[in-house]
């Protein structure tokens, strides 16, 4: 009786995740009812919401209450803002929803990050406020004020009705991570007919169970047995096996965040809906520019059109053009985290953005494959070097990691030796960076040869990875990384 009632009740130990059974569970009895349900729009839409709503109820607990909120605020805001003609009430509204949307994130997000900071400023002792963070709530927040603007912008009208908003706003395959979906992308299609086709459907099942390998075998067995031990106590590790768990990291956070996006656009593409992509193979990229292009493209678009284009963009010459630049990319750092070292990584990426952006009026390198090649590694260590400062714990430990990788010398005896004893690892992490460097065709291939598949071996391959998930999760479910964003 304890088990089903811890089912439906919230557990900050426990939330609902994509990659637990619970969660596959809920979803095939959600999804029976989905598809029959098809016919008729509005209890399809109403049984989604409601679902949506237990599903940030089982991650934040009774903060879905202030995801309710935030949803009646700005469909009421927008709204006024469309209805009204006076441009001045409709700059009124807009302020409002800016200032309870991002106040409200401000609150629960910052409030501690300023106290700590203030302490510091004026050797103060103001005690910490006891604030829990909501899960997602700079996603839905981004989502709903995208909504907001666009309407006072006049590229999108208001949806039908609450419900309808609602719907957007808590779609619970991309609340909490992310994509951060688009209103005018997204609403048009809650008005449409529910149409899947067998090549969406096989799509989705490959995304998932992508997702599901990338998340649970690759992620969480690399961080469990590697990662987190050498940046919990890099000292007593060795140059080699700091520089293993910087590559470490990277493809970590990749294929936790990746995996999380791939189950969720598979998951929404099951129901109907199509989510944007989120990562094309970022560590691929030529130039920090192009990694911005590639790595979390929903929020790097969204600051690009609400923050950077708002900003003034490129069109107020080329000092403010660089400067837009780094301080969207400064902001884009704090978004993810009430730390300076965030910041740091943030103004990292900025700032090389920008240098970027000035020489490459200047230097035009040949288009040959050992220059990109060239490029592409020295653009990969960079990010990696930046990775530092997101993944370690504060500034001394980053620093210190990187001290201890600048003292590697060549020693295949004791490399060796290493990789054995971490086999395991080692082979994740290669298979993690190989499937990554893949041609985009071959995946293309892949994924037609799996929906070649019978049904039954589909169901059949499913049931594996999931067997596979939980025979390598040692230390159970683990939850996703950008959840603490």
């Not at 002792?125 to 899960?135: M, Q, R, S």
């Not at 520089?243 to 129901?271: H, K, P, R, V, W």
Request: hydrophobic letters at 50%; aromatic letters at 22%.
């Amino acid at each position: 009786m304890e088990t089903i009632e811890s089912w439906f009740t919230f557990n900050p130990k426990a939330p609902l995740l994509f990659n637990s059974g619970l969660f596959l569970g809920m979803f095939l009895v959600f999804y029976f009812i989905y598809i029959l349900s098809r016919k008729t729009h509005y209890f399809r839409i109403t049984y989604v919401v409601l679902f949506s709503l237990f599903f940030y109820y089982k991650s934040s607990g009774h903060y879905f209450w202030l995801l309710i909120f935030s949803s009646v605020v700005d469909y009421s805001l927008s709204r006024l803002i469309f209805a009204e003609s006076r441009q001045s009430y409709r700059k009124l509204y807009l302020v409002i929803s800016l200032v309870i949307n991002l106040g409200l994130l401000a609150y629960f997000k910052y409030t501690n990050f300023f106290i700590d900071n203030l302490n510091m400023l004026s050797d103060g002792h103001i005690a910490f406020a006891d604030i829990v963070l909501p899960v997602g709530i700079s996603f839905y927040t981004f989502q709903t004020l995208s909504y907001t603007i666009d309407v006072y912008r006049k590229e999108l009208e208001p949806t039908k009705s609450f419900i309808d908003f609602l719907f957007f706003v808590s779609f619970f395959p991309q609340l909490v991570a992310g994509p951060i979906v688009r209103a005018s992308d997204f609403i048009p299609q809650i008005y449409q007919k529910l149409n899947l086709t067998k090549e969406d459907f096989n799509k989705a099942l490959f995304l998932i169970i992508g997702g599901l390998i990338k998340k649970a075998v690759i992620s969480d067995y690399i961080s469990v047995n590697f990662v987190d031990r050498v940046f919990d106590a890099p000292n007593s590790y060795t140059a080699f096996e700091n520089l293993m768990a910087s590559y470490g990291y990277a493809i970590q956070i990749y294929c936790d965040f990746s995996g999380y996006s791939d189950m969720a656009i598979g998951l929404a593409l099951l129901m109907g809906f199509t989510l944007p992509p989120n990562f094309r193979t970022p560590y691929q990229s030529a130039s920090i520019t192009e990694f911005w292009r590639r790595w979390h493209i929903s929020l790097s678009s969204w600051l690009r059109d609400y923050l950077y284009i708002s900003m003034g963009g490129n069109r107020k010459g080329k000092f403010r053009t660089y400067f837009n630049l780094f301080m969207t990319m400064f902001l884009g750092g704090l978004w993810h985290g009430a730390n300076w070292k965030f910041v740091f990584w943030g103004v990292l990426h900025g700032l090389v953005l920008a240098v970027e952006r000035y020489f490459g009026q200047f230097i035009k390198l040949p288009k040959t494959i050992w220059i990109k090649s060239i490029q592409v590694v020295l653009t990969f260590h960079f990010v990696v070097f930046c990775w530092l400062f997101f993944r370690a714990k504060d500034f001394g430990t980053a620093f210190q990691i990187a001290e201890n990788i600048s003292k590697l010398q060549f020693n295949w005896e004791q490399w060796s030796t290493m990789i054995l004893a971490y086999r395991n690892v080692f082979v994740l992490l290669a298979f993690g960076f190989i499937w990554h460097f893949l041609p985009e065709k071959w995946m293309q291939y892949n994924e037609q040869l799996f929906g070649k598949l019978p049904f039954w071996a589909k169901a059949i391959f499913l049931g594996f990875v999931f067997w596979v998930v939980y025979a390598t999760a040692a230390e159970g479910t683990q939850p996703f990384i950008y959840f603490q964003f």
